[in-house]
T-cell receptor
Framework: SAVISQKPSRDICQRGTSLTIQCQVD?????MFWYRQQPGQSLTLIAT?????????ESGFVIDKFPISRPNLTFSTLTVSNMSPEDSSIYLC????????????????FGQGTRLTVV | AQKITQTQPGMFVQEKEAVTLDCTYD???????LFWYKQPSSGEMIFLIY??????QNATEGRYSLNFQKARKSANLVISASQLGDSAMYFC????????????????FGTGTKLQVIP
């Protein structure tokens, strides 16, 4: 299993500013994932972060808006840049658990989330 | 493309009764995983149960069981003996191996079911 610590747990930010969210894992993991959950919605994958390479962004998300760092195998950050009220969401980091046999992990672990409100 | 469908936006259940939350999925992959997560109002995502596409037996974890019907592409969650603390959003999710870029497990989420347990 993996224990994920995510900071901050919540924040209220001014429009136009940026917020960096940290995700720390208690074990080394290959892939880390960042999700956004808008109010009343499901989770949407923002990007995948692999240590030592550029993050891979999903359609609709760009690096300039959501820069990601992955300096080592236990840590990642997501920055929400130039925020607007539409960025108010819960942001969650997740880790891949190395699969057994057929290449798929049996769990995807999540941090406790960062509840962001932009005013 | 992979898709998860949860048709019940909200459900009520009497305390101590059992409840079934529906989930259907669509994929052309032969190898995939199915998850259920619980999200209380605090926002964290709590892993409940996992079923692999090759697993012949239905997964069980305490009061949670997954009714896996592969031919119907359904993965319903059954919660037995509901408790007040079970009131939360429940998300069904599917993982599959996204090929390319080294390959990694990608998780797609349904829209969720809000369960309310009535005393």
């Amino acid at each position: 299993s993996a224990v994920i610590s995510q900071k901050p747990s919540r924040d209220i930010c001014q429009r136009g500013t940026s917020l960096t969210i940290q995700c720390q894992v208690d074990s080394q993991v290959t892939m880390m994932f960042w999700y956004r959950q808008q109010p009343g919605q499901s989770l949407t994958l923002i990007a995948t972060a692999n240590q030592g390479s550029e993050a891979t962004y999903e359609s609709g998300f760009v690096i300039d808006k959501f820069p990601i760092s992955r300096p080592n195998l236990t840590f990642s950050t997501l920055t929400v840049s130039n925020m607007s009220p539409e960025d108010s969401s819960i942001y969650l980091c997740s880790v891949e658990v190395i699969g057994q046999g057929r290449g798929l992990g049996t769990e995807a672990f999540f941090g406790q989330g960062t509840r962001l409100t932009v005013v | 493309a992979q898709k998860i469908t949860q048709t019940q936006p909200g459900m009520f259940v009497q305390e101590k009764e059992a409840v079934t939350l529906d989930c259907t999925y669509d994929t052309s992959d032969q190898s995939y995983g199915l998850f259920w997560y619980k999200q209380p109002s605090s926002g964290e995502m709590i892993f409940l149960i996992y079923q692999g596409s090759y697993d012949e037996q239905n997964a069980t974890e305490g009061r949670y069981s997954l009714n896996f019907q592969k031919a119907r592409k359904s993965a319903n969650l059954v919660i037995s003996a509901s408790q007040l603390g079970d009131s939360a959003m429940y998300f069904c999710a599917m993982s599959f191996l996204k090929r390319g870029s080294g390959g990694y497990q990608k998780v797609t989420f349904g829209t969720g079911t809000k369960l309310q347990v009535i005393p």
